[in-house]
């Protein structure tokens, strides 16, 4: 079991990003979707470094799932963008919570998850060596690509990649 403990770095941006992050769990379970936590979220659950910037949430589910997401995102007057790579975006002022397709993402991962409480939630993350590889292999995917924009996203997966070896260490 893993606690929600700490801030990072910007974290007047990111008290506000939990409550829309709770304002989409809510939404979330009320249509029986109970999503799986990854991304700088769970990064920052793991290692609680208090350096990293954590600027949006990510979450996992069944792509077929979106069309209920959009439903009640469209019946609460909730912004939201559907993206081609497979990625939910769900979007308020500067926040920004991502609902990733399970099968397109997770394809040929490992899929191990933890339970990560946050206040009276009761979240699924990715379990750290689950999460380690996704950032492995997504780093192995950024290495292969020559844009400068690939490239400063490289080095923020080998960022995240980095600090959750060191965390497994301890």
Same mark, same amino acid.
């Given at each position: 079991?893993?606690?929600?403990?700490?801030?990072?770095?910007?974290?007047?941006?990111?008290?506000?990003?939990?409550?829309?992050?709770?304002?989409?769990?809510?939404?979330?379970?009320?249509?029986?979707?109970?999503?799986?936590?990854?991304?700088?979220?769970?990064?920052?659950?793991?290692?609680?470094?208090?350096?990293?910037?954590?600027?949006?949430?990510?979450?996992?589910?069944?792509?077929?799932?979106?069309?209920?997401?959009?439903? +009640? *995102?469209? &019946? /609460?007057?909730?912004?939201? @963008?559907?993206? %081609?790579?497979?990625?939910?975006?769900?979007?308020?002022?500067?926040?920004?919570?991502?609902?990733?397709?399970?099968?397109?993402?997770?394809?040929?991962?490992?899929?191990?998850?933890?339970?990560?409480?946050?206040?009276?939630?009761?979240?699924?993350?990715?379990?750290?060596?689950?999460?380690?590889?996704?950032?492995?292999?997504?780093?192995?995917?950024?290495?292969?690509?020559?844009?400068?924009?690939?490239?400063?996203?490289?080095? +923020? *997966?080998? &960022? /995240?990649?980095?600090?959750? @070896?060191?965390? %497994?260490?301890?």
């Amino acid at each position: 079991m893993l606690t929600l403990q700490g801030y990072p770095k910007n974290k007047e941006k990111y008290s506000r990003l939990l409550d829309f992050f709770k304002e989409i769990l809510d939404l979330c379970h009320g249509l029986n979707i109970d999503p799986i936590l990854d991304g700088s979220l769970a990064v920052f659950a793991y290692t609680r470094d208090p350096e990293m910037n954590v600027n949006d949430v990510d979450l996992t589910s069944a792509e077929s799932e979106f069309p209920k997401v959009i439903h +009640a *995102l469209e &019946v /609460k007057g909730i912004s939201y @963008k559907l993206r %081609e790579w497979h990625v939910l975006q769900i979007l308020k002022d500067d926040l920004k919570v991502e609902l990733g397709s399970l099968e397109y993402w997770y394809k040929d991962l490992p899929l191990e998850c933890e339970t990560l409480h946050l206040d009276e939630y009761r979240v699924k993350v990715l379990s750290r060596r689950s999460l380690t590889e996704f950032y492995k292999r997504g780093m192995e995917d950024r290495a292969k690509q020559t844009g400068e924009n690939e490239k400063i996203k490289y080095a +923020a *997966l080998k &960022v /995240k990649y980095e600090a959750l @070896k060191s965390v %497994e260490v301890l």
